[in-house]
């Protein structure tokens, strides 16, 4: 059994103008970093060190335009308000009410390491009830001008602290930081 207590993670790229999408929640300005056959930007071992997976419900439904469901036999959480039903892949609950609680429960009775997928929404509800402890940010080199904020009003300061650094040889920077409770 892990010692280490379980850590929520976010792992996600924005646009050096802090954008995680377009206005239109499109993300094909990723694409040309995707299946790059000298790097997965360490995705491969932050992947496998994760048992589950949290994502808003727009950042649900953009996943399942990309084809087959990529997060495989790992446990996904679905954050929505809506009551309506929404394509259910394998392994994925829908949970409503309050995120802050239901996250520090589930952290409570997980062993592995925790994803936060996205979007925006949710990070900032995890950011203001102090959930997100660790943040690996790609920074992709492209100004999209305008979009989907990655940090959209927090309303309080965060400090953080970095652990690393990498720059790819494709322009991406990885930044890597614990958040400073």
Known sequence: MKE???????????????????????????????????????????????????MGRKTYEQVLEFGDWPYGEKKAYVFTRQNEPLRREKNV????????????RLKENTEEDIWLVGGSQLIKVFLEENLVEDMIVFVVPIILGSGIPLFDRIGKEIKLRIINTERYESGLVRLEYIVRG
């Open 4 to 54: 280490n207590k379980p850590r929520i993670k976010l792992y996600i790229a924005c646009s050096l103008d802090g954008f995680i999408a377009r206005e239109d929640g499109s993300i094909d300005w990723l694409t040309k970093y995707e299946n790059n056959p000298e790097t997965d930007y360490g995705y491969s071992e932050f992947y496998g060190s994760i048992g589950t997976v949290l």
């Open 93 to 104: 609950e829908f949970v409503s009410g309050d995120v802050g609680e239901f996250a520090r």
